[in-house]
């Protein structure tokens, strides 16, 4: 599978220092930073900061390296805000949209990490 990269998305533009964010943690393959746009009261995005357009490209395409430390980091920023459960946090979801089903908006991938309220169901039913 061919995946063509932009590199002048606006999550590498902020990788290259180009555009400010607000830090929560960083790696050396990772970096997690507030989302623009929270829509819950805990709204993280965590991204490589290696060139992969979604998850399955990074999947296929990363280091098990660069995977590792991407897993690591995204549950330490749970850790990090409060929410892990059993940490006294009560709890979180995370997604990642692909393509155009997955109306993804930005094309680096990211993981959103949601939580500080009950989300409601995952997807509305549609049946
Ligand atoms: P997607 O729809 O691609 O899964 O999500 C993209 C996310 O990136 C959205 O939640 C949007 O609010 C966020 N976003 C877009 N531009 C910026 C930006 O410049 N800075 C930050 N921190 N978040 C952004």
Redesign the pocket.
């Known amino acids: 599978m061919a995946y063509t990269y932009d590199p002048q998305n606006?999550f590498a533009r902020?990788l290259r220092g180009e555009?400010p964010?607000?830090t929560v943690l960083e790696t050396e393959h990772t970096l997690a930073?507030?989302?623009?746009?929270p829509?819950a009261p805990i709204?993280v995005?965590v991204i490589p900061k290696g060139a992969y357009v979604n998850f399955d490209h990074f999947a296929t395409g990363a280091s098990a390296e660069e995977i590792a430390d991407f897993t690591r980091a995204a549950a330490e920023v749970c850790r990090i805000v409060g929410a892990t459960p059993g940490e006294g946090g009560g709890g979180y979801r995370t997604?990642?949209?692909a393509g155009e089903a997955?109306?993804?908006?930005?094309p680096h991938y990211?993981l959103?990490i949601l939580g500080g309220r009950v989300l409601g169901r995952m997807l509305q039913r549609i049946d």
């Open positions: 606006i902020i555009i964010n607000n930073f507030h989302d623009i746009g829509q709204h995005l997604i990642s949209n997955g109306v993804q908006e930005v990211h959103h």
